[in-house]
């Protein structure tokens, strides 16, 4: 049984068709990019397949179960499980940095006390490289803390599975690197990354497979056999 699946995914705004008749499948330890132009659909089936987006028909499976047919206690659980990394970072405006970490912790692990709560945070702290007050709200931040604080966020309730929105974009080498390194620790441990990018030095740091999209299409898809690759 493969770990995610789309089936015969349909999308529509406003009667515009954004995802035409997508199926694939994600098997547990799997990496898969999602490649396109602009407006090729890409971005849309990836928060479809996290199940942020609802289709309009078809189906997302998790480990068989439709998503869609969750119980609120189910999807708490699935959503436990995954972990999202916006485009923009998307972090909560009218929060703080420390915030941001905590309210994920509180709603996926309640029973998580103070101190390892404030353990957790200064873990990932460290983790992506964030070494600024906890104090600050988001618009304080540089592009390039903002998205580390997203990944970071992304990464705290200890996800199985990553789904990452143009990761590597407006950062500077040392943040790509860094980013790429978390990123192959994830893989290391048997997790799973579904992703978007047009970075194809950073496409090209991992062994995956590979979605071309065009106008809310799969039109191309290329697999790659498991390769040994290192951790810089």
């Known amino acids: 049984m493969a770990l995610l699946e789309l089936k015969n995914i349909y999308f529509e705004v406003e009667n515009q068709s954004i995802l035409k008749d997508i199926s694939l499948t994600v098997e ?16 849309t089936a990836l928060k479809t397949i996290a199940g942020i ?9 998790f480990e068989g179960k439709d998503v869609m047919n969750m119980n609120r206690k189910e999807n708490i659980a699935y959503r436990g499980r995954c972990g999202f990394m916006f485009q923009n970072s998307a972090l909560w405006a009218n929060q703080d940095i420390y915030h941001n ?3 994920p912790l509180q709603i996926h692990n309640p029973d998580l006390s103070p101190a390892l709560c404030n ?24 592009i390039g803390e903002q998205k580390r604080i997203g990944l970071g966020r992304a990464l705290i309730c200890e996800p199985e599975i990553l789904f990452l929105d143009e990761p590597t974009e407006s950062l500077d080498e040392d943040t790509r690197k860094l980013v790429a390194k978390i ?9 799973t990354v579904v992703f978007v990018s047009h ?4 496409i090209n740091t991992f062994v995956c497979n590979k979605y071309y999209f065009d106008k809310g299409s799969i039109v191309d898809k290329i697999f ?3 390769e040994d690759w290192g951790v810089d």
Request: with cysteine.
């Open 28 to 43: 547990k330890g799997e990496v898969v990019a999602f490649l396109g132009t602009p407006g090729s659909g890409k971005s």
């Open 53 to 61: 987006n609802i289709p309009t028909s078809g189906k997302i499976l």
């Open 119 to 142: 353990k957790k945070i200064n873990e990932i702290c460290k983790i992506v490289g964030y070494d600024r007050s906890l104090n600050i709200r988001p618009a304080d931040l540089s």
């Open 224 to 226: 790659r056999e498991d």
């Open 183 to 191: 990123l192959k620790n994830f893989i290391k441990e048997g997790n």
């Open 199 to 202: 970075d194809v030095e950073f």
């Open 101 to 103: 970490f905590l309210l």
